[in-house]
């Protein structure tokens, strides 16, 4: 058996490293920056910097790789030829699966159909979801065997939706779109599925329960006995959010997975009020039971 690599392994990375070496994997993580080496190694898995445009770096990182998780976010500076280039370079012939973690975004809007699946067509695309698109279609020429995990909002210790109040810039507003989620205890799970032999090539990883973030936050801060900070209004909002906020935020999708329960079976948080008191309690400011 090969090595496990970990392209870009950051929060949800790290997450996906425990459980492949808890199953007996040799894990190994990338991060484009010495800082970051040392959260990788506290998993327990391997660790090295490379950038994803620079076959010097990427051919070390993938060496002995059987199976590839690419977690890394597309390029926003036109260098998506040159990670092409260099990832086709780099890859050794060992590589058996190749999973990339894309976004539900690459769906698009669909305006009128309520619930997007594994079948639903791409819809109108903005500058966010056309990027993961282009690169879904980009790697599907590149590797074999591509599986693709489109991937709704993720959330989870230490990225609770409390932790996204304080954060500069964020702003709850009423009239908000029911929108999908998911707990990265769940998407490592079907992440890890994905790598199997009879896996599908896309899968979608969400809740059961897509729900407007400002109900989210009011069931968070009535955990805590907190107040809720006053919601702005639709317009208002969509004035003081960048044109990436907007379009993350104001396109929400419903989404559930067809293909999801044969690979894992049940969520371990189905719906955020289980995910968030799980959350909240492994960060140790929730008690428990």
Not at 37 to 42: H, K, Q
Not at 214 to 228: F, I, M, T
Not at 238 to 249: D, F, L, Q
Request: with cysteine; aromatic share 4%; glycine share 12%.
């Amino acid at each position: 058996m090969g090595t496990a690599v970990i392209l870009g392994c950051g929060y949800t990375g790290r997450v996906l490293a425990k459980r492949l070496l808890d199953a007996g994997r040799r894990v190994r993580g990338t991060t484009t920056r010495d800082a970051g080496r040392g959260a990788i190694v506290a998993t327990g898995a391997e660790s090295a910097v490379a950038r994803l445009d620079d076959r010097k770096t990427l051919e070390p990182a993938l060496h002995d790789a059987d199976v590839v998780f690419h977690l890394a976010p597309p390029p926003r500076d036109g260098s998506l030829s040159a990670e092409m280039g260099a990832l086709q370079a780099a890859l050794p012939s060992t590589v058996q699966r190749f999973v990339y973690g894309s976004t539900t975004g690459a769906f698009g809007d669909h305006d009128g159909n309520p619930w997007i699946d594994e079948d639903t067509p791409v819809g109108r695309l903005g500058p966010r979801g056309q990027r993961r698109l282009d690169y879904e279609r980009a790697l599907d020429g590149v590797v074999s065997d591509l599986r693709v995990v489109r991937i709704a909002g993720i959330y989870g210790p230490d990225r609770t939706i409390l932790r996204a109040l304080l954060r500069p810039g964020f702003v709850l507003f009423e009239g908000g779109p029911p929108t999908s989620r998911t707990h990265v205890d769940d998407l490592a799970d079907l992440l890890a599925a994905m790598a199997g032999p009879d896996a599908p090539p896309l899968a979608i990883a969400c809740d059961e329960a897509p729900t407007p973030t400002l109900d989210v936050a009011r069931y968070a801060c009535g955990l805590l006995g907190l107040e809720l900070p006053a919601p702005l209004t639709l317009e208002a909002a969509r004035a003081e959010m960048s044109e990436a906020a907007v379009e993350m935020r104001m396109s929400g999708r419903r989404c559930r997975s067809k293909v999801r329960p044969a690979l894992v079976g049940a969520l371990r948080y189905p719906t955020y009020e289980t995910g968030i008191v799980a959350s909240l309690r492994a960060e140790g400011v929730l008690a428990g039971e």
